[in-house]
Nanobody, 122 residues
């Protein structure tokens, strides 16, 4: 069992920055993936924004490349998402998650954070 507790987020004007954090209740071993998904307002589908595999491989959605940075601090058991040059289209609920492999399908991930609202105004 893993608990993921998120913090950060909030409201910002376009061009601003926010950082999301996701603290895990235990260390991960072996092959795993930690990722951030965004759920747009009124939508059920969650889109993968960024993912980091246990070997350090990183993937970003095309819409956030060059603006978002995913990172982790293993000593703190924490995953981060630094979001710069934010755009109104980035608005949504951001969820951190962990699973065995870095897939695009949210159903493949087992544990989820509680979600954090990010609102970007123009």
């Amino acid at each position: 069992q893993v608990q993921l507790v998120q913090s950060g987020g909030g409201s910002v004007q376009a061009g601003g920055s926010l950082r999301l954090s996701c603290a895990a209740s235990r260390f991960f071993t072996g092959t795993y993936c930690m990722a951030w998904f965004r759920q747009d307002p009124g939508q059920k589908v969650r889109e993968r924004v960024a993912a980091m595999a246990s070997d350090g491989t990183i993937r970003y959605a095309d819409s956030v490349k060059g603006r978002f940075t995913i990172s982790r601090d293993n000593t703190k058991k924490t995953l981060y998402l630094q979001m710069d040059s934010l755009e109104p289209e980035d608005t949504g609920t951001y969820h951190c998650t962990t699973g065995s492999y870095c897939t695009f399908d949210s159903r493949a991930y087992r544990y989820w954070g509680q979600g954090t609202q990010v609102t970007v105004s123009s």
